[in-house]
């Protein structure tokens, strides 16, 4: 047997080195947490955090090829991101390419099929927004549009989607009407007031019960948790006691009556259930909607991050902490704990900023700051109530969805436009002017006043007389 | 000798197989497409239907609530401006949903004209369908008003393809037509009755 080996120990070598190999990576494969080893290229932001949970994206369908089919689904891609291709209006859905008549532009670029633009796993041919095709991909079937649209006739197809004008998916910003609607305004408009949220009655119109306001005395946890006065004085002074919302509202569970002593995102969600399903969504809280993830922590972020914390575990209490529920700590400093990008530390030095401050010593009425929240955790109307976007990345992809739910707020609809265009501003955090005018709007207005548009001529006559000089705008 | 008679038998019994098969398929072929109607009769049949729902929506709700009564606009950005469809919006929406649709078998339309106001619609135009469009608008051709019925090949699949007149039913139609932006000067002036266009069915033959 040995003197065998030894004959053929080149042959033995490579079985041992096969078999180990091979019986690694299979561990690696069903065992193992951290599959990072069989990764094949660096996945995009936002995905890069749930990029161990490989059925997430890749499904078990029947593969036409099982050595190129991925497995990878449109419906894998929409059980995350269809809620907010609904809220878009998705500019392009599958079902505008079903007839037959697309079949010819259907044989340059297959638009029935989400990866066929957002291929993972390709690292060296990604461009922003998670975009593996070359960037002129319009091209393929909008060559009418630049024939016959004067205004677009010395425009790049490069130039489609990151001029800040027009976007696949999401193709609001540039509607014509909302255009013309916000046409002529002052770049800073005379009522610059956030609208106030309501969790109370919205709680109250989802069925329940007005309660009585509680004093500390009230608090209803069990003697051998109640170890800390400071607690309980903090919860006294929430929104949650004088509402009537008592401990075993977050600690209880219904149905046993058990205590949780640090209950999660779920417990929260029994009453906030708009703003954790947000939350779940963003960046801050994708890990926790896969059970087998746990928290996303700075320390797995790509944005730069201050190396106090990194491995603290992000949930509803990272921001809101515990108890305390300060939503004007939420709305800053809480962000601050963690962001340590260019944006975030020009932030303290910026107009916005003044504003903040004037709103939390009283000197501008409530609503008027612009804190990071303001921007970045939209307030929006849903159905009546006003609700706290808890999708930190809702408006950013693309930034030209914050016009609506913030800028346009406080700001008209071309200076937004042009600041949103402008890189470097958004660095400096809006400190500054844009060094660029937004010309889709004086498009559709020389548009509208060539069709006769007898409002928007008035308009434009009105405008021209306070400036003495002719607007292009 | 042994081995040529064995490759005789066998090629004869693979004939044999290959004859029964045939026989078998031909049978199936026999017994006609699901249903049994022609192309042509399932596609009038559809646009009948598109060509009634339009002329409602077209007539009772956008005629009747936008020019009549005057309580709300249409407005080809109607969600932006929380106003009814265009009736050709309508009738996009209504197609779009069909695509997206299980059918029990596959059949698609549109509606489409000579003198398109959105070229996005226009590009899409196939030789045949151009032909059709032109034969049910012209009011010298022989199909001036009727159905044009034609076959093309498109993405691989053979198509039964039926072009239908689609008349200016109510002063909503033309009125918003005649007075477009995109509206080239060759277009005509559309009134009461005018074919404005036609609306494209199309069938699988396969």
Redesign the interface.
Known sequence: MSSWIIRHKHLVLWLAVTGGLGWWLSWVLFEAEDKTVLLPGITTDGHHQIEMECHACHTNEEKENIFTSSGVTNESCIACHGEELEQASDSHPIRKFRNPENAIFLEHIDAMNCITCHREHNEKITNPMAVTVPGDYCAHCHEVTLENLESHRDLSFKSCATAGCHNYHDNTALAPSFLLKNYGKPEHLPERILPATNPLTRWMDQGHEPRKPLREKDADAPVQHQTDSQITADWHSTAHARAGINCRDCHGVPATGDWVTKPDHTSCAACHEHEVDGFLQGKHGMRLAHKRLGPMTPANARLPMRPDAPHAGLSCNSCHEPHRYDRQFAAQEACMKCHDDAHTRHYENSPHHNLWKLELTGDLPAGSGVSCATCHLPREEHGGAIIVNHNQNANLRPNEKMLRNTCMTCHSQQFAMDALADPHLIERNFTGRPTTRHPGIGWTVESAIKRGDEDIIKLQRYLESLSNTPQSN | MNSLILTTRLGALAGLCLGLSACKSGEEEASGSPGGYPAAQVAEALYTVLKSERKVYASKVVNRLVKEEKVIKA?E?W???KALLLPAQFFREG???V??AEKPFQF?Y?LQSPWPLN??N?????PS?KEGLAAVTDPESEYYGKKWTGEEM??G?S?FVGIYPDRAVAAACWDCHNDH?NRKDSYPEFKKNDVMGGIVI?IPKS
């Open positions: 407005h950005e969600k932006e401006n197609a779009e949903e695509d997206d698609s549109s070229y996005e226009a590009k899409k135009q196939t369908v498109l993405g699949t198509y932006e199309r």
